[in-house]
């Protein structure tokens, strides 16, 4: 009886029973906090992404958490105000320290307030395209279309132009053609809408945009922009583009290579060249 | 005249081909799957529609068929026409000026989509546009709006100028104009998918016609759906299948802000 209580005395010494309460609260707290987030995460809540939802749930679990852990500070004897004194000071430290961790942060507040893509988007942030996987607090990760993991800073996303290539529904494709200079535009008009007419994934309304670009080195530039479900993009341009080959072949409509044409003056005839065989010279 | 819709029977490794010129659209029944050839062609064929009874090899259809997987094959197969699955635009040639205190009917025609159900099944195993429609969109602008199919249209005055087609369904629009003011229209989006589908003794298919109001008080034309057994004079029309989609005031609203641009 005496060596129980004697050892319950030390034990009372060493702390004991207040370091197995915290833990045990610490441990039911933690259970508690990974419960309240699948519970969460089973509901259904009307209008939130799934970027949202992930981070409701990371706020609940790191939420339920941190109060576990200052319920068992108390619980082990812990001044908090004397915690909070050193946090604040170690948080200007920090602060100092994180310059560009905090600008990332903020930008990502920002961003998620200002909405102007979502998870599933595809992106154009200057030479690196590709489909939106998660935002983070820091950064934004993308997945390139030749399959490359980009990690995308937040601070830049704010301070540079961001394209979102999913936004709208339709999309214009802009056909570079060149032909001739022997051609008769006109004729060529005709023609390119009647490719575009004939097409079917292309829309017939917004219509096609016959643009004259301009007299260049080798050929009359011409664009011919056509309107496609975003779906459809890649796969209209090609058809457009084998089409309008195929049926300038047929029609004799020639788009022409780079070609250059010499002359030794402005007035003269085309430089002679005589191959003299016998004397094996060039002149 | 042997109807090409309805319940159409099929023995064991039996095919049947429904045939418009040459764009042919081939079922064959095997005992745990039905097999669907596609043979389509660029430009729409005016021919009659036929249902044929196909040689049960694929020798004659050079394209490799849909295979749509069963436990069992029955008897029969359920054969519907539809309507198209998107609005339609009907561009007139030139636009159409409604004098204010007037109400005019317009005919216009659509083309008809051929879907096959497996017996009580509600989805299609196969829904194909005899001739697919051009693509195109109908909206304020590129940012909002919907898609939408257009060509393969004729928007007539009178029923007499509007051709016959057994592949395509006639519609008639009634627009009115209570307004004191011309009404002018460009263009208008016809709501395919909310329309059932008729045929009458002659087999001609029709669907439930469309009636816009210009209002003296509004400023955009309202406009509702009329069942046309109800509305028409003609005794002889059957339902052949229903709306794609069921219409009420809220699909309306979310979906087609105005028939009329």
């Known amino acids: ?28 707290g933690y259970f508690l906090a990974r419960f309240a987030r699948n519970g969460i995460g089973r509901l259904k809540i009307a209008n939130l992404t799934p970027h949202s939802m992930t981070l409701l749930k990371r706020v609940v679990f790191y939420g339920i958490l941190v109060l576990t852990s200052i319920s068992v500070m108390k619980e082990l004897g812990f001044d908090l105000s004397v915690v909070l004194g050193a946090a604040g000071i170690f948080s200007v430290a920090i602060g100092f320290a994180s310059q560009t961790s905090a600008s990332n942060l903020i930008s990502g507040l920002f961003l998620m307030m200002e909405r102007p893509f979502s998870v599933g988007d595809i992106i154009r942030v200057g030479d690196t395209t590709g489909e939106v996987l998660s935002i983070d607090l820091l950064s934004v990760k993308v997945r390139t279309f030749d399959n490359l993991f980009v990690r995308l800073p937040n601070e830049s996303m704010i301070k540079t132009q961001v394209t979102t290539l999913t936004k709208f529904p339709i999309r214009r494709a802009d056909l570079k053609i060149g032909i001739a200079y022997k051609e008769d535009i006109e004729r060529v008009k005709e023609i390119l809408n009647n490719v575009a007419a004939k097409n079917t994934l292309c829309l017939d309304e917004p219509a096609p945009v016959f643009i004259l670009l301009g007299f260049g080195a080798s050929s009359v530039d011409i664009q011919f922009s056509v309107w496609v479900k975003r779906e459809n993009f890649l796969t209209l341009k090609n058809t457009m583009y084998q089409e309008i080959k195929k049926t300038f072949d047929q029609q004799d409509i020639e788009i022409p290579f780079p070609h250059i044409s010499l002359y030794s003056g402005t007035a003269t005839k085309p430089i002679p060249i005589i191959m003299d065989r016998e004397n094996n010279e060039k002149s | 005249m042997e109807n ?16 418009i010129g040459q764009r042919r659209i081939c079922v064959q029944r095997k005992s745990a799957e039905w097999l669907v050839w596609n043979e389509e062609t660029e430009d729409e064929s005016f021919e009659e529609l036929v249902l044929e009874e196909a040689v049960a090899t694929d020798s004659t259809i050079n394209n490799l068929p ?6 069992n094959t029955q008897k029969c197969l359920t054969v519907k026409p539809l309507l198209a699955n998107r609005s339609f635009i009907i561009r007139p040639n030139s636009t159409l000026n409604i004098l204010p205190g007037e109400q005019i009917e317009l005919y216009v025609s659509s083309p008809l989509w051929l879907a096959f159900y497996d017996h009580g099944g509600s989805l299609p195993i196969s829904d194909l546009p005899f001739w697919r429609p051009s693509d195109s969109w109908f909206g304020p602008n590129t940012m909002v709006g919907e898609l939408c199919y257009s060509k393969y249209t004729e928007a007539k005055v009178t029923l007499d100028n509007i051709s016959i087609h057994s592949h395509r369904a006639i519609t008639t629009i009634s627009i009115s104009n209570e307004h004191d003011e011309l009404l002018a229209i460009e263009r208008i989006s016809l709501p395919t998918p909310f329309l059932n589908l008729y045929v009458d003794a002659t087999h001609q298919f029709w669907t ?4 816009l109001i210009h209002h003296l008080d509004g400023y955009r034309p309202s406009f509702d759906i009329k069942n046309l057994i109800k509305e028409s004079a003609k005794t002889d029309l059957t339902l052949v299948s229903a709306a794609r989609e069921v219409a009420d005031a809220n699909t309306f609203m979310r979906s087609i802000k105005s028939l009329v641009a």
């Open chain 1, 1 to 28: 009886m005496e060596e129980t209580s004697a050892t319950l005395n030390l034990m009372e010494q060493f702390h004991v029973f207040a370091i197995g309460k915290g833990f045990l609260i610490l441990i039911i």
């Open chain 2, 4 to 19: 090409w819709w309805g319940e159409i029977s099929f023995e064991l490794n039996e095919a049947k081909t429904w045939c």
């Open chain 2, 66 to 71: 849909q295979r749509y997987l069963v436990k």
């Open chain 2, 208 to 211: 439930d016609k469309v009636n």
